[in-house]
T-cell receptor, first 116, second 114 residues
Protein backbone atom coordinates (compact mmCIF):
# COMPACT_ATOMS: atom_id res chain seq x y z
CA UNK A 1 0.00 0.00 0.00
CA UNK A 2 0.85 3.68 -0.09
CA UNK A 3 3.43 5.12 2.32
CA UNK A 4 3.86 8.87 2.85
CA UNK A 5 6.91 10.36 4.56
CA UNK A 6 6.84 13.98 5.76
CA UNK A 7 9.71 16.27 6.83
CA UNK A 8 10.53 18.10 8.97
CA UNK A 9 8.57 17.03 12.03
CA UNK A 10 8.93 20.50 13.56
CA UNK A 11 9.61 23.85 11.91
CA UNK A 12 10.14 27.17 13.62
CA UNK A 13 10.26 30.44 11.64
CA UNK A 14 10.08 34.16 12.24
CA UNK A 15 7.02 36.07 11.14
CA UNK A 16 7.43 37.10 7.50
CA UNK A 17 9.78 34.24 6.64
CA UNK A 18 8.89 31.38 4.29
CA UNK A 19 8.19 27.82 5.39
CA UNK A 20 8.63 24.67 3.31
CA UNK A 21 7.35 21.19 4.17
CA UNK A 22 8.24 18.19 2.02
CA UNK A 23 6.57 14.83 1.47
CA UNK A 24 7.43 11.72 -0.50
CA UNK A 25 5.06 8.95 -1.52
CA UNK A 26 5.60 5.38 -2.66
CA UNK A 27 2.64 4.42 -4.87
CA UNK A 28 2.98 5.71 -8.44
CA UNK A 29 -0.78 5.22 -8.90
CA UNK A 30 -1.56 8.03 -6.43
CA UNK A 31 -2.88 11.05 -8.29
CA UNK A 32 -4.35 13.40 -5.68
CA UNK A 33 -2.35 15.20 -3.00
CA UNK A 34 -4.10 17.42 -0.44
CA UNK A 35 -2.57 19.41 2.39
CA UNK A 36 -4.41 19.89 5.67
CA UNK A 37 -3.92 22.29 8.57
CA UNK A 38 -4.97 21.10 12.01
CA UNK A 39 -5.29 23.43 14.95
CA UNK A 40 -5.45 22.23 18.52
CA UNK A 41 -8.71 20.48 19.32
CA UNK A 42 -10.02 20.70 15.75
CA UNK A 43 -10.33 18.47 12.72
CA UNK A 44 -8.01 18.83 9.72
CA UNK A 45 -8.89 21.70 7.39
CA UNK A 46 -8.01 21.51 3.70
CA UNK A 47 -5.73 24.37 2.68
CA UNK A 48 -4.69 23.37 -0.83
CA UNK A 49 -4.61 20.30 -3.06
CA UNK A 50 -3.03 19.26 -6.34
CA UNK A 51 -3.69 16.57 -8.89
CA UNK A 52 -1.02 14.66 -10.78
CA UNK A 53 -1.73 16.38 -14.10
CA UNK A 54 -0.56 19.68 -12.58
CA UNK A 55 2.99 20.54 -11.48
CA UNK A 56 2.27 23.56 -9.33
CA UNK A 57 -0.69 25.32 -7.76
CA UNK A 58 -0.84 28.59 -5.87
CA UNK A 59 -3.43 30.22 -3.63
CA UNK A 60 -2.35 33.58 -2.23
CA UNK A 61 0.50 32.86 0.24
CA UNK A 62 0.31 29.09 -0.17
CA UNK A 63 1.70 27.02 -3.02
CA UNK A 64 2.19 23.32 -3.66
CA UNK A 65 4.60 21.71 -6.12
CA UNK A 66 4.54 18.13 -7.37
CA UNK A 67 7.32 16.08 -8.93
CA UNK A 68 5.74 12.84 -10.18
CA UNK A 69 9.03 11.38 -11.38
CA UNK A 70 10.65 11.73 -7.98
CA UNK A 71 7.36 11.06 -6.16
CA UNK A 72 7.56 14.07 -3.93
CA UNK A 73 5.47 17.15 -3.29
CA UNK A 74 6.02 20.23 -1.18
CA UNK A 75 4.04 22.94 0.59
CA UNK A 76 5.36 26.49 0.49
CA UNK A 77 4.00 29.22 2.77
CA UNK A 78 5.31 32.72 2.16
CA UNK A 79 5.09 35.76 4.45
CA UNK A 80 4.21 33.56 7.41
CA UNK A 81 1.99 34.94 10.17
CA UNK A 82 1.52 33.79 13.78
CA UNK A 83 -1.92 32.43 12.85
CA UNK A 84 -0.20 30.00 10.46
CA UNK A 85 1.07 28.15 13.55
CA UNK A 86 -0.52 24.68 13.52
CA UNK A 87 0.16 21.08 12.55
CA UNK A 88 0.30 20.51 8.79
CA UNK A 89 -0.34 17.14 7.15
CA UNK A 90 0.29 16.03 3.62
CA UNK A 91 -1.68 13.13 2.17
CA UNK A 92 -1.89 11.01 -0.96
CA UNK A 93 -4.96 9.42 -2.46
CA UNK A 94 -4.92 5.66 -3.03
CA UNK A 95 -6.57 4.84 -6.33
CA UNK A 96 -8.16 1.43 -5.84
CA UNK A 97 -8.44 -0.28 -9.19
CA UNK A 98 -8.16 2.95 -11.08
CA UNK A 99 -11.22 4.56 -9.57
CA UNK A 100 -10.92 7.44 -7.20
CA UNK A 101 -12.27 6.06 -3.94
CA UNK A 102 -10.36 8.72 -2.10
CA UNK A 103 -8.70 6.74 0.67
CA UNK A 104 -6.13 9.17 2.07
CA UNK A 105 -2.75 8.10 3.42
CA UNK A 106 -1.31 10.82 5.65
CA UNK A 107 2.21 11.86 6.53
CA UNK A 108 3.27 12.11 10.17
CA UNK A 109 2.68 15.86 10.38
CA UNK A 110 4.80 18.99 10.80
CA UNK A 111 4.39 21.29 13.79
CA UNK A 112 4.87 24.81 12.41
CA UNK A 113 5.54 27.61 14.87
CA UNK A 114 5.66 31.20 13.62
CA UNK A 115 7.27 33.59 16.12
CA UNK A 116 6.05 37.22 16.10
CA UNK B 1 -24.10 25.46 4.56
CA UNK B 2 -23.36 23.18 7.50
CA UNK B 3 -20.10 21.35 7.32
CA UNK B 4 -19.39 17.86 8.59
CA UNK B 5 -20.76 17.33 12.08
CA UNK B 6 -19.85 14.62 14.58
CA UNK B 7 -21.26 13.53 17.90
CA UNK B 8 -20.44 13.24 20.68
CA UNK B 9 -17.43 15.55 21.01
CA UNK B 10 -15.91 13.58 23.88
CA UNK B 11 -16.49 10.12 25.30
CA UNK B 12 -15.02 8.10 28.16
CA UNK B 13 -15.41 4.31 28.18
CA UNK B 14 -13.84 1.39 30.00
CA UNK B 15 -12.08 -1.59 28.49
CA UNK B 16 -14.42 -4.16 27.00
CA UNK B 17 -17.27 -1.75 26.41
CA UNK B 18 -18.77 -0.83 23.07
CA UNK B 19 -19.07 2.64 21.56
CA UNK B 20 -21.00 4.25 18.69
CA UNK B 21 -19.87 7.47 17.05
CA UNK B 22 -21.99 9.46 14.62
CA UNK B 23 -21.32 11.62 11.58
CA UNK B 24 -23.44 13.81 9.31
CA UNK B 25 -21.79 14.67 6.00
CA UNK B 26 -21.57 18.04 4.32
CA UNK B 27 -24.60 18.92 2.24
CA UNK B 28 -24.39 17.35 -1.23
CA UNK B 29 -21.88 14.70 -0.19
CA UNK B 30 -22.64 10.99 -0.46
CA UNK B 31 -19.43 9.34 0.72
CA UNK B 32 -18.22 9.06 4.30
CA UNK B 33 -14.76 7.98 5.42
CA UNK B 34 -13.62 7.33 8.97
CA UNK B 35 -10.12 7.89 10.33
CA UNK B 36 -8.41 7.25 13.65
CA UNK B 37 -5.85 9.80 14.83
CA UNK B 38 -3.64 8.81 17.73
CA UNK B 39 -1.95 11.60 19.68
CA UNK B 40 0.90 13.16 17.71
CA UNK B 41 0.26 11.15 14.55
CA UNK B 42 -1.47 11.56 11.22
CA UNK B 43 -4.98 10.19 10.69
CA UNK B 44 -5.22 6.53 9.69
CA UNK B 45 -7.94 5.30 7.35
CA UNK B 46 -10.46 2.91 8.93
CA UNK B 47 -13.06 2.49 6.19
CA UNK B 48 -15.24 4.27 3.66
CA UNK B 49 -18.98 4.04 3.04
CA UNK B 50 -20.83 4.72 -0.18
CA UNK B 51 -24.39 3.74 -1.10
CA UNK B 52 -24.78 2.22 2.36
CA UNK B 53 -21.97 -0.28 1.71
CA UNK B 54 -18.44 -0.50 3.04
CA UNK B 55 -16.40 0.17 -0.08
CA UNK B 56 -12.85 0.13 1.20
CA UNK B 57 -11.20 -0.81 4.48
CA UNK B 58 -7.88 -0.07 6.12
CA UNK B 59 -5.87 -2.28 8.47
CA UNK B 60 -8.31 -2.33 11.35
CA UNK B 61 -9.76 -5.43 13.07
CA UNK B 62 -13.37 -6.54 12.76
CA UNK B 63 -14.08 -4.91 16.12
CA UNK B 64 -14.44 -1.76 14.04
CA UNK B 65 -17.64 -1.71 12.04
CA UNK B 66 -19.84 0.92 10.49
CA UNK B 67 -23.05 1.77 8.84
CA UNK B 68 -24.34 4.34 6.40
CA UNK B 69 -27.96 5.42 6.33
CA UNK B 70 -30.10 6.46 3.35
CA UNK B 71 -29.56 10.12 4.25
CA UNK B 72 -25.77 9.50 3.92
CA UNK B 73 -25.08 9.92 7.64
CA UNK B 74 -22.86 7.27 9.16
CA UNK B 75 -21.98 5.49 12.39
CA UNK B 76 -18.73 3.96 13.56
CA UNK B 77 -19.01 1.15 16.10
CA UNK B 78 -16.12 -0.24 18.11
CA UNK B 79 -16.63 -3.40 20.18
CA UNK B 80 -14.53 -4.82 23.01
CA UNK B 81 -12.66 -1.56 23.54
CA UNK B 82 -8.94 -1.67 24.26
CA UNK B 83 -6.78 0.99 25.88
CA UNK B 84 -5.12 1.47 22.50
CA UNK B 85 -8.42 2.55 20.95
CA UNK B 86 -8.07 5.88 22.73
CA UNK B 87 -7.79 8.45 19.94
CA UNK B 88 -9.51 11.20 18.00
CA UNK B 89 -11.97 9.68 15.54
CA UNK B 90 -12.49 11.77 12.45
CA UNK B 91 -15.22 11.59 9.88
CA UNK B 92 -14.70 13.02 6.40
CA UNK B 93 -17.24 13.44 3.62
CA UNK B 94 -16.87 13.80 -0.12
CA UNK B 95 -18.73 13.39 -3.40
CA UNK B 96 -18.30 10.23 -5.42
CA UNK B 97 -17.37 11.99 -8.59
CA UNK B 98 -14.00 11.83 -10.30
CA UNK B 99 -12.21 15.11 -9.84
CA UNK B 100 -14.12 15.83 -6.66
CA UNK B 101 -12.11 13.71 -4.26
CA UNK B 102 -11.73 16.49 -1.73
CA UNK B 103 -12.52 15.22 1.72
CA UNK B 104 -13.84 17.61 4.33
CA UNK B 105 -13.30 16.65 7.93
CA UNK B 106 -15.48 17.09 10.97
CA UNK B 107 -14.17 18.23 14.36
CA UNK B 108 -13.81 14.65 15.56
CA UNK B 109 -14.85 12.64 18.60
CA UNK B 110 -12.20 12.21 21.27
CA UNK B 111 -12.48 8.75 22.82
CA UNK B 112 -10.72 7.86 26.03
CA UNK B 113 -10.66 4.21 27.10
CA UNK B 114 -9.81 3.57 30.76
Amino acid sequence: GENVEQHPSTLSVQEGDSAVIKCTYSDSASNYFPWYKQELGKGPQLIIDIRSNVGEKKDQRIAVTLNKTAKHFSLHITETQPEDSAVYFCAASDNAGGTSYGKLTFGQGTILTVHP
Amino acid sequence: DAGVTQSPTHLIKTRGQQVTLRCSPKSGHDTVSWYQQALGQGPQFIFQYYEEEERQRGNFPDRFSGHQFPNYSSELNVNALLLGDSALYLCASSRDSFGEETQYFGPGTRLLVL
